[in-house]
């Protein structure tokens, strides 16, 4: 589309062209990413064709936009969705969603509309450009250089330069809150930008690189955020966090929860050209929402063997649905946080089969059965923080001592100290990370809370605390267990772990063959394969280790004592006969299994995991049937 060039205010002119885009033919043009707004609300352009002009109506908000994009005496050519593709024709919408992939990586620049210029947002642009001019960002690890010359810890401890300024917060917040960021079909349409991009908002302009290191500046600097500011920064974060590396659809889908489109199958079909899997899904808008979401976990499970995606359901109470209960209603945003950095089925295979149409048959141990449950409550500020904190821990201790030794090992006041936060310490990165609490200072912490002591609150874990637990509950299982679970979770309740699905689950039996699921939980001893390999030895440790070759982080395992880093588990002993670890270009990050004789090659699921080898090693897997 060229627009042409017109005076501010003016009717505005188009003309439309056929071109070929193809590796070898590149024309050259701008890509606009923007909310469409209301289509009640509509205005008009002006197509300029050979018999003369023809009206098209746009809604209002693009309509401002091309006023602004506008030069007064020069045409721009744009690629512009509501214009450049038909959209009430299903199959060319459909057919256009996957060209997204082509179209926006090789615009010269895509420019991101966010509306006129109001509420200060002059103000927030001016201050987030000169924030963002600060620091260069490594997202991949994510790295912070200072460009003032100052280590990161130096800088992270400085204040913002606007810290006090309620008005640059006020115009900050504003413009974070606009429907640009709250729309799904731009993560696409950003992420794919290649050759730059521009946000735009009136007559000023940030670089997205600009912007992007502002928003990382803003997270790790400033704590002290209004809720609406603390949405809104939590909001573009997710969307700015992203390096070269694609990602899996779970992952995507996961972040994705609540930004908003129009049509339930744009949940997946939105965000299909950024995933790295191999699950051959095309757009099909002649299928239900509820049958696309069906079909993402029916081809995970049987096209990838895996289940990630059983993690995502979490069981809304009072909320009558037909849709199975093992299929995530990705429509809905979701209660709390995602569990990060489950490991509770290491490397097994899902075993999963339908049946009966909307019966999942998969294959797991159940571990515990829920007794104590009770809503985590939100955590105030300090020095209220306190009776709360102690009341949740005097909860989960049920009148044990923080010494007394427990069920997986340890003592309880370390289980509970992971409970809480799910685990989620600095030292379990590599490189540690400093953003996130340490484990022995939260756990001093935990004993000084217990005993009474002059406090000094410790934030950091206060916070994490307070990210992991909301809209959780907390419980202990008849068998001493004690983890977080969905909201929804009730006594009687089962923990389960499944083969392929990272995270444990909590199930809820509807009779004596089927299950409901409930939702994802943290079960603390049976987060990392302890279900289906027993403990892990007391000197050895997994963490989340970066490599920076790769833009990506794997699994380790550290030996507390020497310090060694490894891949393999200590646990799984040698190899069955046949097969080997095979050479490949990550072989440093992570192992792949070959066996010639099977004719399998280059599998990331370990043999020595199979159900035949589980069962060997008495693990009691059963078939458990999801409903």
Same mark, same amino acid.
């Given at each position: ?10 009717? $505005? ?26 289509? %009640? ?44 593709? !038909? ?13 997204? #992939?082509?179209? &926006?990586?090789?615009? @010269? ?33 994510? /790295? ?7 280590? &990161?810890?130096?800088? *992270? ?13 006020? *115009? ?5 809150? @606009? ?17 730059? #991009? ?16 502002? $928003? ?10 209004? +809720? ?8 573009? +974060? ?19 929860? !609540?930004? /908003?489109?129009?049509?339930?199958? !744009?949940?997946? &079909?939105? =965000? ?28 995970? %499970? ?8 059983? *993690? ?16 995530? !209603? ?36 159940? =571990? ?6 009770? /809503? ?30 427990? $069920? ?27 953003? +996130? ?9 935990? @004993? ?13 874990? =206060? ?54 699921? $409930? ?6 001893? +049976? ?97 458990? @049937?999801?409903?």
């Amino acid at each position: 589309m060229t627009l042409l060039p017109g005076a501010f205010g003016t009717k $505005v002119r188009v003309s439309l062209r056929k071109a070929v885009l193809s590796k070898s033919v590149v024309p050259e043009y701008e890509a606009l990413s923007y909310t469409w707004g209301s289509a %009640a609300d509509l205005d008009y352009i002006y197509i300029q064709e050979a018999e003369g002009e023809s009206v098209l109506a746009i809604t209002q908000n693009l309509a401002e936009a091309l006023q602004y994009l506008r030069y007064e005496d020069t045409s721009r050519v744009l690629w512009i969705d509501a214009i450049c593709v !038909d959209q009430s024709n299903i199959s060319e919408r459909g057919h256009q969603v996957v060209r997204m #992939a082509e179209i &926006y990586p090789r615009a @010269r620049r895509v420019l991101v509309w966010l509306g006129a210029e109001c509420d200060d947002s002059a103000l927030a642009i001016r201050e987030l450009n000169a924030l963002g001019s600060t620091i260069e960002v490594d997202w991949g690890v994510p /790295q912070i250089k200072p460009l003032s010359g100052e280590n &990161y810890e130096q800088w *992270s401890k400085g204040p913002l330069p606007f810290i006090e300024d309620q008005r640059i917060l006020a *115009s900050i917040e504003y413009l974070l809150d @606009r429907s640009w960021f709250k729309r799904l079909w731009i993560w696409q349409e950003i992420r794919l930008a290649k050759f730059g #991009a521009e946000i735009i908002c009136g007559r000023r302009q940030i670089s997205w690189d600009k912007f992007r290191n502002a $928003v990382m500046c803003l997270d790790r600097k400033y704590k002290r955020l209004s +809720f609406n500011l603390f949405n809104g920064l939590v909001r573009a +974060f997710n969307i700015c966090d992203y390096d070269q590396a694609l990602m899996s659809l779970w992952e995507l889908l996961d972040l994705t929860r !609540d930004a /908003q489109c129009s049509d339930g199958r !744009d949940k997946v &079909y939105a =965000v299909l050209n950024l995933i790295d899997g191999f699950l051959e899904l095309e757009p099909d808008y002649s299928k239900t929402t509820e049958d696309v979401f069906k079909s993402v976990v029916l081809r995970y %499970a049987s096209m990838l063997e895996d289940l990630t995606t059983l *993690s995502h359901c979490e069981m809304r109470e009072n909320k009558e649905t037909r849709v199975p209960s093992w299929v995530p !209603d990705w429509t809905t945003p979701r209660e709390c946080v995602r569990i990060y950095g489950s490991r509770a089925c290491l490397e097994a295979k899902a075993q999963a089969r339908c049946e009966r149409e909307n019966d999942l048959v998969v294959s797991g141990c159940l =571990v515990a059965t829920l007794d104590f449950v009770e /809503q985590f409550p939100p955590i105030t500020s300090f020095p209220s923080s306190t009776a709360q904190m102690c009341k949740i821990v005097g909860n989960l201790m049920r009148g044990k001592k923080e010494n007394d030794f427990y $069920v997986a090992s340890g003592s309880m006041i370390d289980a509970v100290c992971r409970t809480l936060c799910c685990n989620h310490f600095a030292e379990r990165y590599l490189p540690l990370q400093p953003d +996130f609490p340490l484990f022995h200072e939260s756990n001093e912490y935990m @004993r000084n809370l217990i005993e009474h002591r002059d406090l000094i609150e410790y934030r950091s874990y =206060v916070d994490e605390v307070n990210r992991n637990a909301r809209g959780r509950a907390y419980f202990m299982a008849r068998n001493g267990y004690i983890g977080l679970g969905p909201s929804s979770i009730k006594p009687g309740d089962q923990a389960c772990v499944i083969l392929g699905c990272p995270s444990p689950l909590i199930l809820r039996p509807t009779d004596t063959t089927s299950y409901n699921v $409930v939702g994802e939980c943290y079960i603390d001893g +049976f987060m990392e394969g302890e279900a289906l390999l027993g403990a892990l030895p007391s000197n050895v440790r997994y963490a989340y280790r970066y490599f920076p070759d790769l833009c990506r982080r794997y699994d380790a395992l550290i030996n507390i004592q020497t310090g060694d880093i490894q891949i393999e588990d200590p646990r799984l002993g040698p190899l069955p006969t046949g097969w080997r670890i095979a050479d490949h270009r990550k072989r440093h990050a992570y192992n792949i299994f070959s066996n010639e004789g099977l004719g399998v090659h280059n599998t990331e699921f370990d043999p020595r995991l199979s159900p035949e080898a589980l069962k060997a090693r008495g693990v009691k897997l059963q078939d458990i @049937r999801l409903v």
